[in-house]
């Protein structure tokens, strides 16, 4: 079946550091990927997404390509803030059929002054 | 536009009680879907709903289920509460149960079983 992993965390970064946060998933056909950031206390928000292979989303400076060749989503950016610290989750949506999303466990991200 | 709205914020429960969960959709949408998210871990797939009617389901009992209203709201029920039903219960909102339409999330009930 379909699933998503995720590198483990907690990721603790310097501000203005880089960061990458790995996603590979497993899925038949032509997934869909997202990446959803869930800050302290609140619901999920969706940050970024791809529908088709080699698409790159992108979104308040985070990015992440779709590798089909590579099955991955890495998240990327280049110069983190503090106020980015957040729990980053890894998504994908199988072709066809409703809309459920499968998700990865999820990666938290410190980052300090 | 107002976004998913779900309620209460938190809830405390006896074990073998049941709980009901509530959620408005976002403005517009008429599909909901339910999700439990365990601490520490990504949120898991329990229904979805799509005009009225359950359309999808992932691996949960049938202590776990659910309803959408005419306006598009919907309910989730769970019977029989165990201490692992504890969780953040997520509700989310979407323009169809199709494709890669976008799924809004609303802030989540969070249950605590004792």
């Known amino acids: 079946g379909n699933s998503v992993t995720q590198m483990e965390g907690p990721v603790t970064l310097s501000e203005e550091a880089f960061l990458t946060i790995n996603c590979t998933y497993t899925?038949?056909?032509?997934?869909?990927l997202f990446w959803y950031v869930q800050y302290p206390g609140e619901g999920l928000q969706l940050l970024l997404k791809?529908?088709?292979?080699?698409d790159k989303g992108s979104n308040k400076g985070f990015e992440a390509t779709y590798r089909k060749e590579t099955t991955s989503f890495h998240l990327e950016k280049g110069s983190v803030q503090v106020s980015d610290s957040a729990v980053y989750f890894c998504?994908?949506?199988?072709?066809?059929?409703?809309?459920?999303?499968?998700f990865g466990a999820g990666t938290r991200l410190a980052v300090h002054p | 536009e107002t976004g998913v709205t779900q309620s209460p914020t938190h809830l405390i429960k006896t074990r073998g009680q049941q709980v009901t969960l509530r959620c408005s959709s976002q403005?517009?949408?008429?599909?909901v879907s339910w999700y439990q998210q365990a601490l520490g871990q990504g949120p898991q797939f329990i229904f979805q709903?799509?005009?009225?009617?359950?359309?999808g389901r992932g691996n949960f009992p049938p202590r776990f289920s659910g309803l959408q209203f005419p306006n598009y709201s919907s309910e989730l029920n769970v019977n029989a509460l165990e201490l692992d039903d504890s969780a953040l219960y997520l509700c989310?909102?979407?323009?169809?149960?199709?494709?890669?339409?976008?799924?809004?999330f609303g802030p989540g009930t969070r249950l605590t079983v004792t």
């Open positions: 989310a909102s979407s323009g169809s149960s199709g494709g890669a339409y976008e799924q809004y």
């Open positions: 709903y799509y005009r009225e009617e359950e359309n």
């Open positions: 998504a994908l949506k199988g072709t066809g059929g409703y809309n459920k999303l499968i």
């Open positions: 899925a038949t056909g032509y997934p869909s």
């Open positions: 403005s517009g949408h008429n599909t």
């Open positions: 791809a529908t088709k292979a080699d």
